[in-house]
């Protein structure tokens, strides 16, 4: 009974209300499930709280977790087996959307890929002109952020489900964020996926894949609100946070 209450009486990093334990998982349930992938089952519990007041649903255990804790369990060998378009597939579609964007004007732009991991998103971008800086401060960095200077557009694609720490985060990309500002990330809303009473059968959660936290659009609505930002959504999975909007990237105004 001691160890359901402590598990019950959790903060959510979000809004600071109190959290509701909301489901448990294996811990290598992944999201490569809907494929046909299922790892066997390690035994070992993941618990997701969920915040009645934003709608934000996380797993606590991972905010106590080392990078050396994350590396042995997560982020291994085997991490491709299930999330095989990270290597090259998935940055190299997101350089291709960025260039639909924004190739017109990219003589305007000074583009951080934050989260960048093997740096092939920036790399695809160098090659047809862009001034692109990739940098991942996962799992060690030796490049302070303030080294990185400023930027007018940061993507973050893959990164927010990740995190254990949102207010480092959002923090970190504050820091980086000129006077004018666009970041374009991506993750899933949880919206329609996660509702009271349910269980957790989403396939967007899946701690092996390393998804831990999962954002409903009012917790992103507050997320932003909170750091003195703008929030929208393109779609169920794109979404940015901006303080002032470039004038390049106006013609997004169009598609939100």
Known sequence: MTQLAELEQVACPVCRSATELYDVVDFNKNCEEPRGVFLPLSGRPIYYH???GCAFTFAPEFRKWSNEEFLQHIYNE????????????????????????FDADKARIRHLDYGGGNGVLSAALGKEGWDSTSYDPFPSNDKKLQ???KFNLITAFEVFEHVPDVDSLVSNLNALMAEECIVIFSTLLSDGNISPNNRLTWWYAAPRNGHISL???????????????????????IHCFINKLPQWAEKLLNQG
Do not use: H, M, W
């Open 50 to 52: 969920r915040c009645p």
């Open 78 to 101: 085997r991490y491709v087996e299930i999330d095989p378009d990270y290597l090259d597939t998935r940055p190299l579609n997101n350089a291709g959307f960025l260039r639909g964007l």
């Open 147 to 149: 080294e990185l200077g």
């Open 215 to 237: 954002f409903s659009k009012q917790s992103l609505t507050t997320v932003a609100e909170s750091n003195g930002l703008a929030f929208g959504s393109f779609n169920q999975g």
